[in-house]
């Protein structure tokens, strides 16, 4: 049975970091590239980060670039996602993603509240 299960989310103050993790099961995760989205109220899911399936390449929102950090640890099974100087729009819920090829899995997401 194939999980995603994401956690390390939870209320932080601006400026402050967070470390998302998302650990894998049920499937080869050292073959497939894992991604982080988010969706904040009222908007589309969009994505945040990804990295290939031996870490060697990773892309990153412009609105991420220079604060955020992902990484993987294929041992593991496990996608991290280290959050730096966040801001209050860094507020949403987020989600970890696993694709390879035609394959796809999501997990159920874990919130992240920048606030005062």
């Known amino acids: 049975q194939v999980q995603l299960v994401e956690s390390g989310g939870g209320l932080v103050q601006p400026g402050g970091s967070l470390r998302l993790s998302c650990a894998a099961s049920?499937?080869?995760?050292?073959?497939?590239?894992m991604s982080w989205y988010r969706q904040a109220p009222g908007k589309e899911r969009e994505l945040v980060a990804s990295?290939?399936?031996?870490?060697?390449?990773?892309n990153y929102a412009d609105s991420v670039k220079g604060r955020f950090t992902i990484s993987r640890d294929n041992a593991k099974n496990t996608v991290y996602l280290q959050m730096n100087t966040l801001k209050s729009e860094d507020t949403a819920v987020y989600y970890c993603?696993?694709?390879?090829?035609?394959?796809?899995?999501w997990g159920q997401g874990t919130q992240v509240t920048v606030s005062s």
């Open positions: 993603k696993a694709r390879l090829m035609r394959s796809e899995y």
């Open positions: 049920g499937f080869t995760f050292s073959s497939y590239v």
């Open positions: 990295i290939t399936s031996t870490g060697g390449t990773t």
